[in-house]
């Protein structure tokens, strides 16, 4: 394997750092790249792995492989194609915790986080598995006398996805399953911070069966994802990250002719009112807030107390205060690492923006040490109140344990607040009252929406259907917009003629007789 193996403890002191290959024609592919980045457990600093930065040759051979297998495959039994992905999850099953231990030793989440992550990818998959009755096709007969007109949904082609780091095995499966179970092919660039358990994803997918060069691998950064975008022979992109990456991808993809989707940047908010059982409302959106160290586009870093419910901002500060920050592989830590220096210097200065621009500071995370992992980058839960909307801790997604909090008297108040906000990924509101839940759910401008539900992600067989900032191109993951996204939908209007007859004379108009 060109991965460190899972069974490794996280801890364990590495004799030599493995190289992390490309993916190309099912096969381990040695980069001759001269440009490689480290990939470290932000618990330890330990470096775990070396990933390549992709040759511009190497990505040409990815997508060319993956379009000379495009040929054979878009041919393949559905039933062939079902049976594959009904192997792959019960592979996906069988290794879950091999896949969590690789996304908490290079990302840091918990382990238990990182295993509910593997099952919200497995969802998807299990959803891939139905391929032979997602992709049916409609027919009308005798449209039109002896006519009949139907639809087939057809694959594009070779198809590319960009995930970010924050879900390594989710986010590619919100991509390649249901692209692939459609008949089309693939080039995936994982992130380069934590690409070991996508790699080991994408070994699984191989050993369920997946015939050589359908589903390819390539690292990198910005050169890269522009190659993506550029080539000819990809018909269609998708992208889940920032905002001003995916504004990039979801632009130069389009402009090169082809599909996209951009999945983007968030500032999510979680509606509290006095009537809302108390327990539940606060232990869901703390969880929502904190956990994996904020570093979810769907996390609720904005809490709006309404009316009575403000009385419950010092209980809030109180739990938070209580959560324990550790390691990821520590199964008692309610929240771990960041993901990089980088990223924590980040979330620092933005806190200290918040600071600096007039909001109260309640709970301070920063400069927080674990007892035997100093060198983490560790952040403890952060909370402000009187925030302003003009605040940058408001304004900017801190992607860190930070939560905002906003108080206004009425439930009106409160949507018109959300609403003025530019970004619409997900919202949630807390109540036992159902016209106050219908009231939010209708009046709301945000694609996702929990009620009582802290991280309003749907299951798969539900579109991910952000809004506004947060997205780009109309038809998101999941559900049936990625079935259409990655079909291309065919309409054929046919009649057959008997042998012997002789028409009906020459017709000049548009009217089908």
């Not at 600093?45 to 060319?64: G, N, Y």
């Not at 915790?97 to 099952?119: F, Q």
């Not at 109260?360 to 560790?378: H, I």
């Not at 919202?427 to 991280?455: C, H, L, M, P, Y």
Request: glycine residues 10%; aromatic residues 6%; proline residues 5%.
């Amino acid at each position: 394997m060109n991965i460190a193996h899972p069974e490794q403890t996280m801890n364990q002191a590495l004799t030599s750092v493995p190289a992390i290959a490309l993916h190309i024609g099912g096969q381990h592919h040695a980069s001759s790249s001269t440009e490689w980045r480290d990939v470290v457990n932000p618990a330890t600093q330990e470096i775990v792995a070396r990933v390549p930065f992709s040759t511009p040759d190497e990505v040409k051979l990815a997508v060319a492989t993956a379009k000379e297998a495009f040929n054979t495959w878009r041919n393949t039994p559905l039933a062939a194609r079902m049976r594959i992905m009904l192997k792959y999850q019960h592979l996906i099953r069988e290794n879950i915790g091999a896949l969590a231990a690789l996304i908490t030793r290079e990302h840091g989440k918990t382990l238990p986080d990182a295993e509910g992550e593997v099952m919200r990818g497995l969802e998807v998959v299990e959803h891939a598995c139905s391929i032979a009755t997602l992709q049916l096709g409609e027919i009308a007969e005798n449209a039109a006398t002896g006519v009949d007109v139907y639809n087939i949904y057809q694959p594009l082609g070779v198809g590319a996805g960009i995930t970010a780091f924050n879900f390594p095995v989710m986010l590619p499966c919100f991509m390649f399953p249901i692209a692939i179970a459609c008949g089309n092919t693939f080039v995936l660039k994982p992130s380069e911070q934590d690409p070991s358990s996508t790699m080991y994803l994408v070994e699984l997918m191989y050993q369920a069966g997946l015939p050589a060069g359908v589903l390819n691998v390539v690292h990198g950064g910005a050169d890269v994802v522009n190659m993506l975008c550029d080539h000819p022979d990809i018909k269609a992109v998708s992208f889940i990250g920032s905002t001003h990456v995916g504004t990039h991808v979801y632009r130069r993809a389009s402009e090169s002719g082809k599909r996209a989707q951009s999945m983007m940047g968030a500032k999510n908010h979680c509606v509290v009112l006095a009537d809302a059982n108390k327990e539940q409302a606060i232990n869901n959106l703390i969880g929502a807030a904190f956990g994996a160290a904020g570093q979810r586009c769907m996390a609720n870093s904005v809490v709006v107390l309404v009316g009575q419910a403000r009385a419950w901002l010092p209980e809030i500060v109180a739990r938070s205060q209580a959560l324990k920050v550790g390691p990821g592989s520590d199964r008692t830590a309610d929240l771990g690492p960041m993901v990089s220096k980088a990223a924590m210097q980040r979330a620092e200065k933005l806190i200290q923006a918040g600071v600096d621009e007039g909001a109260q500071l309640l709970l301070d995370g920063r400069g927080l040490k674990v007892a035997g992992y100093e060198g983490g980058n560790f952040m403890g839960p952060t909370i402000f109140a009187n925030v302003a909307a003009s605040n940058s801790v408001y304004t900017q997604e801190i992607f860190g344990p930070a939560m905002c909090v906003v108080e206004t008297d009425t439930l009106d108040q409160a949507i018109a607040f959300i609403n003025a906000n530019p970004n619409g990924n997900g919202t949630s509101i807390f109540t036992s009252s159902g016209w106050a839940g219908r009231k939010f759910q209708n009046e709301i401008d945000v694609g996702q929406v929990g009620i009582n539900v802290a991280i309003p992600v749907p299951v798969a067989y539900f579109s991910f259907t952000g809004s506004r900032a947060s997205k780009l191109g109309d038809l998101g993951p999941n559900g049936k917009q990625a079935l259409y996204f990655w079909t291309q939908t065919k309409t054929v209007t046919a009649r057959w003629f008997a042998p012997d007859d002789g028409g009906s004379g020459i017709n000049t108009t548009i009217s089908m007789k």
